[in-house]
């Protein structure tokens, strides 16, 4: 399982026809299981670091619940 994924972007410039690239750190992502419907979903951490309350939103059920309330947490 990765936990920081780095996504590299290739540009093209046109003006000066130059091909370049640029990379860019994405988000903590792991899976998690819903307490209620029980369907799993991918969640991105990074706007859960350092705010423990933060809630999970379940795009099935919307059901509300944070990272030690989920039935299951996958990385
Ligand atoms: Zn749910």
Redesign the pocket.
């Known amino acids: 399982m990765i936990d920081l994924a780095y996504v590299m972007f290739i540009k093209h410039d046109k003006h000066q026809n130059k091909i370049y690239m640029e990379g860019k750190i994405m988000a903590r992502m792991f899976w998690v299981v819903?307490?209620?419907?029980?369907?799993k979903f991918y969640v991105a951490t990074i706007d859960f670091k350092n705010k423990k309350d933060r809630r999970m939103l379940?795009?099935?059920?919307?059901?509300r619940f944070n990272e030690d309330e989920a039935l299951e947490v996958i990385r």
Not at 34 to 39: H, L, R, S, T, V
Request: proline letters at 17%.
């Open positions: 819903c307490p209620e419907c029980k369907k379940c795009p099935f059920c919307s059901a």
